[in-house]
């Protein structure tokens, strides 16, 4: 009689049981600490943005601050081999000793380390192909519609950004479908670096929200250190060409700086992308003053993220301030709340 071969959750958990050794395989360049592993991505990249648990109730959970992915055990595996969810169940049974009778779809290459200089050149090549692939105003878009409905009003900015674009149709791993996009270009340096996908979802008709998936939010390119561009501030100059003194304030996410810049027009808005990617922004020596717009979030992790990013800025030789929402998870809730009946 054959042995039921494990079903994929039983795969993930046994995989979650040997995280210490599955992680130090797959992404060697790791650093361990207490509880967690870090590193910059799945990809392997040097960092500490993605955060993988390795001991305890969360073990086998990870998450990348940069790129909005995460999941268990087994979607880590996806994330770093680059394949599918066949070929990982494949590579796990092989790694676990399970399943000795199913053949894997081809030979495992061997694991991926940090990725080669040309790949990354290729990856954000491709970001800036979807990037000018995308409509360049929002104007009866369903992005615009997704913004309104958090309560941001495009025509209450001064200027609309030129860092957002829509897309009517990405290609989304997750859903195995093409989605269309609300898209963000990154900018390090004054040089593209990336873009930030939003999938969008049409709930009913003329109402659109994030996309229905573990991460409606993910990136393309080597987003480490880049921010996008929202408002200009007083000054009505671009980030490389800020005056001496300028400050800027730097948030997470793109719903909580969009609504910083409509009720602050006199500031220079900027958006990090992530909590994980505030400890690497990269700002010309011209900006100052930094005002950090933190989210409401007590998790131990994202304090410390926290505290990384406003302690880095300080060694910089720049003013820093924190500053949150009185009310709700973060600015935008705030913003919600202010447009209520």
Not at 100 to 127: K, M
């Amino acid at each position: 009689m054959a042995t039921r071969a494990p079903s994929a959750g039983e795969i993930s958990g046994l995989l979650a049981g040997r995280m210490p050794e599955l992680v130090a395989d797959l992404l060697p360049g790791a650093r361990r600490e207490g509880r967690l592993a870090r590193i910059g991505s799945p990809d392997g990249e040097p960092g500490q943005s993605c955060a993988i648990h390795l001991v305890g109730a969360r073990a086998g959970r990870w998450h990348d601050f940069a790129s909005g992915q995460d999941g268990d055990a087994l979607d880590l595996i996806r994330a770093v081999r680059r394949c599918d969810t066949r070929e990982a169940i494949a590579w796990a049974h092989g790694w676990l000793g399970t399943g000795a009778d199913i053949r894997p779809p081809r030979e495992p290459a061997a694991p991926r380390r940090v990725p080669p200089s040309d790949d990354a050149e290729a990856r954000r090549r491709l970001a800036l192909k979807l990037w000018l692939a995308a409509r360049g105003s929002l104007a009866g878009t369903p992005a615009e519609a997704y913004l309104a409905a958090r309560g941001i009003d495009l025509a209450d900015l001064a200027r609309a950004p030129r860092a957002l674009r829509f897309h009517p149709g990405l290609w989304c791993p997750e859903a195995g479908a093409r989605l269309p996009a609300l898209v963000a270009a990154v900018i390090r340096g004054g040089e593209f670096c990336g873009i930030h996908r939003t999938y969008l979802q049409e709930t009913r008709p003329g109402v659109w929200t994030k996309a229905r998936l573990a991460s409606p939010k993910r990136s393309l390119g080597s987003l480490a250190g880049g921010v996008v561009p929202l408002q200009r501030g007083a000054s009505g100059k671009p980030l490389r060409a800020a005056p001496d003194g300028d400050a800027a304030v730097i948030g997470e996410g793109l719903e909580t700086c969009l609504s910083i810049a409509i009720a602050c027009p006199e500031l220079r808005v900027l958006c990090a992308v992530s909590l994980g990617n505030l400890c690497a922004v990269a700002l010309p020596a011209a900006i100052t003053r930094i005002i950090i717009a933190a989210d409401n979030d007590v998790a131990p992790g994202a304090q410390k993220l926290l505290r990384c990013a406003a302690q880095t800025f300080i060694e910089q030789g720049r003013e820093v301030r924190i500053a949150r929402s009185p009310v709700g998870k973060d600015f935008n809730d705030c913003l919600q709340e202010s447009k209520s009946p």
